[in-house]
């Protein structure tokens, strides 16, 4: 649904007359936004907005419990920001992101569709968007509050699900694996030899490692604003206000909430969602560091590593025929750099709270809710179009072992890193095989050299008590 803007309609505030769509369910104050900050055609995230929604319908709801909004007028207002909250109403919030740095605009902007919404339930009675929808709030404390309660529904419905998924397949082709041997690589050269299923499991303990710090930030995210009003203080609001929103919203949501334990921090500083922003930077190097090596592992057919097979997407190339390219994980690579650009933006937001509020609160909205959601997405098209269908190239993977000159590391602790390094230089300037070298050059037994070069008992660790180590 869009708003026509051919037809309009005068709407007053503190400041004057606005000529406001006729269809719009937003006011003045909207309207003087949208003029103001024709910025980048980028509107607030619409999970932000429902965040909001939740919020104005939790606030109406205490509101007439405690008695300090008329019961009738509160029941619509929740009811009408229950809508805003389904989404019902997301095409009459076209706030740009760069607004006023509080997010003012994007309050008001909810203030005053829930309003009209509400007086429309009412048969036309009068609701007003700062007496009423707003009572016992500030734009300085409902804003950050959104910020939280954004991110930890985002976080817990979209991200974490998303993560898990790509856990569970990681590892599940760790044990498909776990049997196919391969030759390792350091600085992407030859190494000793491990198992295809090795280097997933170490994948998959990635994801587990970003799943469980993302959980980590959690706890933080749940304290809200709510009840601090303008500076942190509280005033002009009831002192069970905070307290009993946040646990009107854990009901409304079916997560958990709880007022700020210090207001004053929760208003100056926005150090949650850079901690959390922190997480996701994390969890994004770990996806493309993963998404490189599956690229890596996959090139070729013919003239790269070969080792596995991904899935074919689509044609790769509009002038070769017959070429298929790793289209998928280039996609998490680049989610990866936006989520670390976007980490920067709101590191950078989260020091802008000078005194007792944070100026950079729609930024922040809008970068840390981008991260999750690009994550999120990223992970499933990762897991289901690259990661569960990609197979093992078990012949080329066993090949390159035998030819690998660094197989001569194992025969160290039996002739010495000097001799050993002999056969080495030899295996590669002459392209023959350690195994055969070993036999020519040293006095070792048959058994002894079979035994010390089985790939598979390389890759098991502690496996003669012995070990060493090496780059």
Known sequence: MSVSTTDYRIEKDSMGEMKVPAGAYYGASTQRAVENFPVSGQPMPARFVHALGLIKAAAARVNRELGLVDARKAEAIEKAAREVA??????????????????????????????RRAAELLGGAKVHPNDDVNFGQSSND????????????????????????????????????????KTGRTHLMDATPIRLGQEFSGYASQVDHGIARL???????????????????????????????AAALSELTGTTFEEAENHFEAQGAQDAAVWASGALNTIAASLMKIANDIRLMNSGPRCGFAEITLPATQPGSSIMPGKVNPVICESVVQVGAQVMGNHVAVTLGAQWGQLDLNTMLPLI????????????????????????????????????VEISPSMATALNPLIGYDQAAEIAKRSFKERRPVRELAREMTSLSKEEIDRALDPRRQTEPGLDGGGGGGR
Not at 102 to 111: I, K, L, P, Q
């Open 365 to 400: 909205a809008r970068n840390l809710l981008e991260s999750v959601a690009l994550l999120a997405a990223v992970s499933r098209v990762f897991t289901a179009k690259a990661v569960k269908g990609l197979v093992a190239n078990e012949e080329t993977c066993r090949s390159y």
């Open 86 to 115: 389904d989404g019902k109403w997301d095409a009459h919030f076209p706030l740009d992101v760069f607004q006023t740095g509080s997010g003012t605009s994007s309050n008001m902007n909810a203030n005053e569709v829930i309003a």
């Open 142 to 181: 409902a804003v950050p509050a959104a910020i939280h309660v954004s991110a930890v529904l985002a976080i817990e419905r979209d991200l974490l699900p998303a993560l898990r998924d790509l856990h569970d397949a990681l590892a599940e082709k760790a044990r498909a694996f776990d049997h196919v041997i």
């Open 215 to 245: 959980r980590g930030v959690l706890p933080d995210l749940r304290e809200l604003a709510l009840g601090g009003t303008a500076v942190g203080t509280g005033l002009n609001t009831h002192p069970e206000f905070g307290a009993r929103v």
